[in-house]
């Protein structure tokens, strides 16, 4: 009797999942390995970086999310992979061998060449990274309350968001929101006039995939939250006391980036030719060109459209990829004649600004204000994993809606440890 073919998937993310699940239930043994134990949904992680929700709330356990016998999920990071002998290398010393190999291990944070910046400017890529950043925001809130220095007090209420994406967006609304519900009822000797929230972005607009008319009026929704926008204005210095921005020193204990991502390293383990942003270029099917049985989907795969465009960094075109490098193999391994190429269904591109305003582009209709906030709502709920998400999520939301108060402002000791920044979890982002 033939041996089952083996597909590994390296990474748990939008894009590993969908590949996963379309696997499950057939004749084929599949390993799904990533260095969490969790799938997490990258588009809502900024609000648990600003007590809105509970990591709970946008992270599911891997296992409980793919359950099928052919199916194995293990915990486990990948250093690199042998190609002639197909085999995936983990820390663990044990090889996963394969006839088959999908890479789905995202992007990261990329500081320019200016790594050390890293010490002092968090990014939000994995649940520690929110929690952290969460315990930054919070902190900084209770330590200016009992603060009797004024310099000192300035320098923990202002804030910097570094880059005006989506994520960029999102985060510098959300902050503005959490200050002023914060310090308008629960704090006595800091109100929300003292609170400096900056918005930096090195290029001449926000939101800069977006038409003119939607990142204006991003501009504009965002100054009604208090934060100011600062555009053709690049970093040259992020320290422990706070950030050059074109000439001018910000004080401030809370500098945040959000921008500029990169692939993570896929395209050396497999010696595979990469973008500039070390995205591997991939084919029409999604495999790593020259490498009929290894593909790569998602934020780690460069992906040419048509005419030298290249697909975006989100969930949908992550799912996607998934389920049809899925289909493909499926059809590949029993026989059947295969998908001629992959052909991306836009969604769309969406980006939100506190709690009623939303910019919406999906080609031809072109939404902003409470209208996109709705959709945004609806896509965002209905790309969360399992119901009971949607539930948390929906009923957080209507909560925070009526009363304006944040479900999870809880201090609870994490705290980020200065490092370089390191390969985590692969997960992919609708919104970045």
Same mark, same amino acid.
């Given at each position: ?18 590949a ?29 970086? #600003? +007590? @809105? ?8 356990? #891997? ?27 983990t !820390?663990?010393?044990?090889n ?26 968090? !990014? ?13 925001l &919070? ?27 989506? #994520?960029?967006?999102?985060?510098? $609304?959300?902050?503005?929101? &959490? ?7 629960d ?20 939101? @800069?995939t ?32 706070g ?7 910000i ?8 921008? $500029? ?32 049985d ?6 780690? @795969? *460069?992906?040419d ?29 029993? $026989?059947?004649?295969?998908? +001629? ?7 769309? !591109? ?7 305003? +939303? ?23 209905? &790309? ?10 929906y009923?957080?939301? *209507?909560?925070?809606?009526? #009363?304006?108060s944040? +479900? ?15 390969? !985590?979890?692969?997960?992919? @982002?609708?919104d970045?």
């Amino acid at each position: 009797m033939a041996r089952q073919k083996r597909v590994v998937i390296v990474g748990a993310g939008f894009g590993g999942l969908a590949a996963a699940k379309t696997l499950a239930g057939t004749d084929v043994e599949v390993t799904l390995v990533d260095r969490a134990n969790h799938h997490l949904f990258q588009p809502l992680l900024y609000q648990v970086a #600003t +007590a @809105s929700l509970s990591p709970a709330d946008i992270a599911s356990a #891997t296992r409980s999310v793919v359950q099928a016998d052919n199916v194995q999920v293990i915990m486990d990071e990948v250093i690199n992979v042998d190609t002639e002998h197909k085999l995936v290398m983990t !820390t663990s010393r044990k090889n996963l061998p394969y006839d088959y190999l999908i890479l789905a291990t995202g992007a990261d944070y990329s500081f320019f060449g200016n790594e050390a910046w890293a010490r002092h400017a968090p !990014t939000l890529k994995t649940l520690k990274d929110a929690l952290s950043i969460r315990e930054s925001l &919070l902190g900084s809130l209770e330590k200016a309350e009992r603060s009797a220095m004024s310099d000192e007090i300035e320098s923990l209420l202002t804030f910097v968001v570094v880059g005006g994406g989506p #994520t960029g967006v999102e985060m510098a $609304g959300a902050i503005a929101e &959490l200050a002023r519900s914060a310090l308008t009822t629960d704090f006595r000797n800091i109100d929300p006039y003292m609170v400096k929230i900056l918005l930096i972005e090195a290029g001449s607009s926000i939101l @800069s995939t977006f038409p003119k008319h939607l990142s204006a009026y991003a501009v504009t929704a965002l100054e009604k939250l208090g934060v100011e926008v600062l555009l053709n204005s690049p970093v040259t210095q992020i320290d422990e006391q706070g950030i050059d921005v074109g000439g001018q020193r910000i004080r401030s204990r809370n500098v945040i980036w959000c921008a $500029g991502t990169q692939a993570r390293p896929a395209a050396s383990w497999v010696g595979a030719s990469a973008d500039r942003n070390k995205a591997v270029l991939v084919t029409k099917k999604c495999s790593v060109i020259g490498q009929p049985d290894v593909f790569a989907i998602g934020d780690v @795969s *460069s992906f040419d459209s048509g005419k030298g465009l290249r697909l975006p960094g989100l969930a949908p075109v992550a799912k996607q990829q998934g389920k049809f490098v899925g289909k493909l193999l499926i059809n590949r391994i029993a $026989g059947r004649s295969e998908p +001629a190429e992959f052909v991306y269904k836009n969604w769309g !591109t969406m980006a939100v600004i506190g709690r009623s305003h +939303a910019v919406a582009d999906f080609g031809r209709v072109r939404i902003k204000g409470f209208t996109g906030w709705l959709a945004w709502s609806l896509v965002h709920l209905m &790309l969360l994993i399992d119901f009971r998400s949607r539930a948390s999520v929906y009923l957080h939301w *209507s909560w925070a809606w009526f #009363t304006r108060s944040r +479900a999870a402002r809880l201090l609870t000791g994490v705290r980020r440890e200065p490092q370089q920044t390191q390969i !985590t979890s692969a997960a992919n @982002s609708i919104d970045s």
